[in-house]
């Protein structure tokens, strides 16, 4: 796993996981990419920002397509995942999993 910090200048903002590969717990409950955002710092871009920016990352890692999911309640989330590309794969007891493409114009369907 790579984890990264998002920073404006000194100020930590937020946390990014990108997963390099996938155990059969992280297909039900984590994903390839998870992020978490400052609660100070939410509402401002920073999320959708953060998973732009794991896209290519995960790529060079030789990940065509990124798992990533939400809580079920968490419409916040699930508008960073679908201004990223993320394709609803499905719905389960507790996360919405979607596949995000991580090559610009990719459908996410390979």
């Known amino acids: 796993m790579t984890t990264l910090w998002w920073a404006d200048g000194d100020q930590f903002l937020g946390r990014l996981a ?10 039900e409950l984590g994903g390839h990419i998870g992020y978490d955002v400052r609660p100070s710092a939410r509402r401002r871009g920073h999320a959708t920002a953060m998973l732009a920016a794991a896209l290519p990352i995960a790529l060079k890692l030789g990940i065509s397509q990124a798992l990533v999911m939400c ?6 989330s699930r508008r960073v995942i679908e201004t990223n590309g993320g394709q609803l794969l499905d719905v389960t007891a507790r996360k919405r999993r979607y ?3 991580t090559a610009e114009g990719s459908t996410g369907s390979d």
């Open 18 to 27: 990108i997963r390099h590969q996938l155990t059969p717990e992280l297909m």
């Open 99 to 101: 596949w995000v493409p």
């Open 71 to 76: 809580d079920l309640t968490n419409a916040a």
